[in-house]
């Protein structure tokens, strides 16, 4: 699986827009891209994924330039609760779609103040 | 629809003793994964089970770790002698298989299970 580059940690004010850029520089064709997010003493949870362009759904958007080099998460106006470490996973389509391993990076601690 | 859970969700032991961590996955998932973080590391896959099938377990540090999912529902996983450097936090994920999944490479986690050896 492609390895995954993010910042470490992020700071941000309630109400701000925050943009988490992920770079995968080998990623391969059947590569999806997927976010995950984790709040303390919780396993990560399943934010957002998608193959190219722009995805959106009740959470955040994610944002994927032509060449699929990098990735950017966008949340909109965070809150207090959105404080949490965000993992930026790249993943291939083997077993005929069924999902395999996820192996996760650094990812980055996003702390949201008031 | 219940989640992922996990028991314990703590457990301290000793150098050398034996310790058996249990995840029930969501009813109807055929997949269940392990993964584990150790102090200051990433999250590291451990293995994977479709139904009671173990279908990937490169991630297994070594034979003193074993992990079984009989009937295809609960798993288990025991560390048998725990080690100093087996500390850290065990995940349990699920998904439902080939049919059903919504997206790619999504899989439901456990809160985890927090392993101290002292």
């Known amino acids: 699986l492609a390895k995954t580059t993010q910042p470490i940690s992020m700071d941000s004010y309630e109400g701000q827009e925050v943009n988490i850029t992920c770079s995968h520089n080998n990623i391969a ?9 984790q709040f303390p003493s919780q396993g990560p949870r399943f934010i957002i994924q998608g193959y190219k362009t722009k995805v959106t759904n009740e959470v955040a958007s994610l944002f994927i330039p ?17 404080t949490a470490v965000y993992y930026c996973l790249v993943g291939d389509m083997n077993y005929g779609g069924a999902t395999n391993k996820l192996i996760f990076g650094t990812g980055t601690l996003l702390a949201v103040q008031p | 629809e219940a989640g992922v859970t996990q028991f314990p969700s703590h457990s301290v032991i000793e150098k050398g003793q034996t310790v058996t961590l249990r995840c029930d996955p969501i009813s109807g998932h ?27 377990e490169s ?15 609960y798993s288990t996983l025991k560390v048998q002698p725990a080690e100093l450097e087996d500390s850290g936090v065990y995940f349990c994920a699920s998904n439902p298989g080939l049919a059903g999944i919504s997206s790619y490479n ?5 809160p985890g299970t927090r392993l101290t050896v002292l």
């Open chain 1, 29 to 37: 064709t059947n590569d999806y891209i997927t976010w995950y997010q």
């Open chain 1, 66 to 82: 032509a060449d699929r080099k990098s990735s950017t998460l966008s949340l909109p106006r965070v809150s207090l609760s959105d």
């Open chain 2, 30 to 56: 055929d997949n269940l994964y392990w993964y584990r973080r150790v102090m200051g590391k990433e999250i590291k896959f451990l293995l994977h089970f479709v139904k009671e099938s173990k279908q990937d």
């Open chain 2, 59 to 73: 991630g297994m540090p070594n034979n003193r770790f074993l992990a079984e999912r009989t009937g295809g529902t």
């Open chain 2, 106 to 110: 999504e899989q439901f986690f456990g």
